[in-house]
């Protein structure tokens, strides 16, 4: 049982992030083996269909269609096969998924190592991990919003999400955000035998800058930018409109417009002109 003095030590102190390594990891090589039989099923029932169009004899008994407009498809195969293989693992994991989300629902708080809160979310993780590792490899940029909305996680409309990582639970991010590439948004934390659940929200139209980490618990609230190199503590809430920065995120800077940016640049730029011309004069008195 959880208490909170065990809250407020690893709140205080976590400093890890992950899973540890489990012997549900092997669902891995159930997914791959899932995904290969599909492949296999639907390229041998695809081959005998063009055998029978080529010779009026099949070499399996499978229902064949037999239709000229098949050879349109040889071309694609090969690609056809990535995306045959990726899509059908994501569905079968999906399916996994939920299946342990209803067997035990994913909770908040601090839990010890081996309770069931600990051993259904590392099951999840690791039954989610390669899903979403596929759908960032395939070349098609909505892919791993299409997993992550598959999966549960709220993700809202016209999100840009580039390479980086995103816990598949208690994670919310607004309409129009962007992260960024090399990010890190965990909704757990492991320390030692402890870990910790926490709901992490993005607001809408919030920038998560490059090499960025957010921290469970963190609510970033519209339009608030967590600048690059940054991360943040548990539970911290960044206000909206404003940019966010520190390593942990300590200081806080005024949005500009262009037109700002350029007309305090230009000020920067005639104050050193007027020190350097002062300097000037003065050396040249001195040298008098």
């Known amino acids: 049982m959880e208490n909170k003095e065990d809250c407020q030590e690893v709140i205080e102190y976590i400093s890890t992030s992950g899973v540890y390594k489990t012997p549900f990891t092997l669902i891995i090589l159930l997914q791959l083996f899932v995904g290969c039989i599909v492949v296999i099923l639907i390229n041998l029932w695809f081959y005998n269909d063009l055998y029978f169009l080529l010779t009026r004899e099949s070499f399996l008994s499978f229902i064949l269609i037999g239709e000229w407009w098949e050879w349109l498809l040889l071309p694609l195969n090969i690609y056809g096969n990535l995306l045959l293989f990726a899509f059908s693992i994501i569905l079968f994991s999906t399916v996994i998924y939920k299946i342990l989300t209803k067997l035990y629902p994913a909770k908040e708080g601090v839990f010890e190592r081996g309770s069931k809160e600990w051993k259904y979310t590392h099951r999840r993780f690791w039954t ?17 919003i299409f997993v992550y909305r598959f999966l549960g996680v709220h993700i809202g409309r016209n999100v840009v999400a580039y390479e980086g990582y ?19 948004i965990f909704s757990h934390l492991i320390y030692h035998d402890k870990i910790l659940i926490k709901k992490v929200k993005v607001g809408k139209t ?33 206000e909206g409109d404003l940019i966010h ?26 104050d050193s002109r007027e020190i350097f011309n002062n300097n000037d004069k003065v050396n040249s008195g001195g040298s008098r």
């Open 128 to 144: 989610a991990y390669f899903p979403i590792w596929l759908a960032r490899a395939l070349p098609l940029p909505w892919s791993d």
């Open 166 to 184: 995103i816990d598949p639970e208690f994670v919310e991010i607004g309409d129009y955000t962007m992260t960024s590439l090399n990010i890190c």
């Open 206 to 238: 919030c920038i998560v800058g490059p090499q960025t980490i957010i921290s469970p618990g963190t609510i970033l609230q519209d339009g608030a930018i967590l600048g690059v190199n940054s991360y943040t503590w548990i539970n911290q809430v960044l």
């Open 245 to 270: 920065v520190g390593t942990p995120v300590s200081m806080t800077l005024q949005i500009q417009s262009v037109e700002d940016s350029q007309k305090k640049a230009e000020r920067i730029k005639g």
